[in-house]
Nanobody, 122 residues
């Protein structure tokens, strides 16, 4: 089971940290991607951290420089630190696992986590 949590209501410019926790399997064996879906829009991939020893990270242009993805093997959790949040970051955020960030980007995922809602509003 995969679960994303940590969303909430924040003001523009503030920060949030989302968590993606796995139970029943080892998250470190997979690459983990973050997606978001705003109301009326398609789900978009925004970040990914690859499995294995290199833990390469990838970001969509819309979040590059503001969001940081990281992993904590001991907690079997991947985090998405979101800084300098903007109203356009408002969406439901999902995490997903896959064999690589390339497969995740094409929606070929092994597990989808339930979403967590992020609202950025003054």
């Amino acid at each position: 089971q995969l679960q994303a949590f940590g969303g909430g209501l924040v003001q523009p410019g503030e920060s949030l940290r989302l968590s993606c926790a796995a139970s029943g399997f080892t998250l470190d064996h997979y690459s983990v991607g973050w997606f978001r879906q705003a109301a009326g829009k398609e789900r978009e991939g925004i970040s990914c951290i690859s499995s294995g020893s290199d833990y390469s990270t990838y970001y969509a242009d819309s979040v590059k420089g503001r969001f940081t993805v990281s992993t904590d093997k001991a907690k079997n959790t991947v985090f998405l630190q979101m800084n300098s949040l903007k109203p356009e970051d408002t969406a439901v955020y999902y995490c997903a696992t896959g064999s690589s960030c390339i497969t995740i980007a094409t929606m070929r995922v092994a597990h989808w986590g339930q979403g967590t809602k992020v609202t950025v509003s003054s």
